[in-house]
């Protein structure tokens, strides 16, 4: 099948971008978008011109570097298959962040975020001599919905609140991080946690507009995570 590529280039952070139409031929409908992304490549390389800068890493939906915005949607570039976009795909970086170059944006912003609400188990107590921390079956269940969220960053850059505010309020992705570690029965620092999260623009931004909900590649709920978030700040 023929494919036309509408992608955005930018050579550098500091330069004027815009989008460029890119033809591929004979691609086969199993591809993935990030395949097909490889294949435009090769063929700007053998024809001497400058290959679309993306990021990736694991090729199967884990590592969340290949997010970019594709035909109006946030969403992995390794999990979209070339089947479901058909002749004419308009490829963006990931909305409302600086970019680097071309498909790669600048997330320095919201690793800074990711870092300040401490997103690692914090416990009291030593671990069991030889053994691993335990957890029973039901606090384990707690934690569905949350581990299996890859850092993408679809969601937070889908939110409009995000959008506007996201010198200050966390954004999704975020705060999804933030009450999976709550969560974890193994953690003893809850407590401390909801009280650094209790704040008008890093929690209460979120006005459950729900983007976040739609565009997550693994069919997570961070505005559930969030909701949850605030009912145990309420019921302390
Ligand atoms: Fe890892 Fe797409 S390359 S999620």
Redesign the pocket.
């Known amino acids: 099948m023929k494919l036309t590529l509408r992608i955005w280039r930018q050579s550098s952070a500091d330069q004027p971008g815009g989008y460029q139409s890119h033809q591929l031929e004979n691609v086969s409908p199993d591809l993935s978008l ?1 395949e097909a992304l490889d294949q435009l490549n090769e063929q700007l390389i053998s024809c001497g011109e400058r290959p679309v800068s993306f ?13 970019m915005n594709i035909d109006g949607t946030n969403t ?4 979209k298959s070339i089947d479901e976009v058909k002749g004419e795909v308009k490829i963006f970086p990931l909305p409302h962040m600086p970019v680097v170059k071309d498909l790669v944006p600048d997330l320095s912003n919201a690793y800074r975020q990711l870092a300040s609400i401490e997103p690692w188990l914090k416990s009291d107590k030593d671990a069991p001599e030889g053994e691993e921390r335990r957890q029973s079956p039901e606090e384990r269940e707690k934690l569905d919905g949350l581990w299996e969220c ?1 850092l ?1 960053f679809s969601c937070s850059t889908a939110c409009p609140s995000y959008w506007w505010n996201s010198d200050e309020y966390l954004g999704p992705a975020v705060l999804l991080q933030a009450y999976r570690w709550g969560a974890d029965s193994r953690d003893d620092s809850t407590d401390e946690r909801l009280y650094a999260l209790d704040d008008s623009f890093a929690l209460y931004r979120c006005h459950t507009i729900m983007n976040c909900a739609q565009t997550c ?1 693994k069919g997570l709920n961070p505005g559930k995570a969030i909701a949850g978030i605030k009912s145990e700040i309420a019921s302390r």
């Open positions: 990030r990021e990736l890493d694991c090729r199967e939906g884990i590592c969340g570097s290949c997010s992995l570039a390794c999990l890859v993408c590649p």
